[in-house]
């Protein structure tokens, strides 16, 4: 075999090596559990998101009246997140942007920024999966079973809001994918309740996240 016939063979082998390298990391990125993972294996991959983008639909409940609403929301851990109004149509275009202590809040359509630092009060939005997720770690009574090919895990919130004292969260068992959550108050009634209509788990890049570029903005009230 001469020199040029060995080079051309180790490009194809680098080539296919890197190929397979590439499959292999990136299967193992995306499959955390499969038909034969147990109740709990699920539960682990649902605490082990590293980031989500879910579009959910939103019921919110009292004695008087219900409003309901179309968010879009994106995060990453341990970086920032951001939840978006995409309906109804009066609040549409308003955005609240977390990153470490600071909240931004923005109207799209109005060009409207505020910036609030420091609010460690508002770092805990009974609305984001991952607060459903601390809440699940922190909680020694946490606990999850399974029903009708559902994994249904039951947390109580840290904080000391009434409101959303207890959170439900159901997730399908062959998808590993967040369906729905129900938030309770202290007398097990339904304050909130969430739908996941569309939801992708762990392929966020935040440099692909608009909302988190924004802090480069000057902050304007």
């Known amino acids: 075999m001469n020199k040029k016939k060995v080079f051309i063979f180790l490009i194809i082998v680098i080539l296919l090596v890197g190929g397979l390298t590439f499959f292999f990391i990136n299967r193992s990125k995306t499959k955390k559990f499969g038909k034969n993972s147990s109740s709990q294996d699920i539960v682990n991959y649902i605490l082990d998101i590293s980031s989500y983008e879910a579009t959910i639909e939103v019921e919110t409940k009292s004695n008087k009246n219900s409003n309901k609403y179309v968010l879009k929301q994106q995060y990453i851990k341990d970086n920032a997140s951001t939840q978006e109004v995409l309906e109804p149509s009066n609040i549409q ?18 060009n409207v920024v505020t910036i609030l630092e420091n609010y460690e009060s508002l770092t805990d939005n009974a609305l984001d999966l991952s607060s ?3 809440n699940y770690r922190q909680n020694s009574n946490s606990s999850f079973e399974e029903k009708d090919n559902e994994i249904i895990m039951h947390t109580t919130n840290s904080n000391e809001n009434k409101y959303t004292k207890n959170k439900t969260l159901y997730v399908d068992r062959s998808t ?13 009634n339904i304050t909130i309740n969430i739908l996941y209509k569309e939801v992708e788990i762990d392929n966020l890049d935040e440099n692909n996240v608009l909302a988190f570029n924004l802090y480069n903005m000057s902050k304007q009230i």
């Open 93 to 110: 275009g308003v955005k609240m942007v977390k990153k470490d202590k600071t909240l931004k809040l923005e109207n799209t359509s109005l």
């Open 132 to 134: 459903f997720i601390e």
């Open 176 to 188: 590993g994918k967040p369906t729905k959550m129900e938030v309770t108050d202290i007398n097990k």
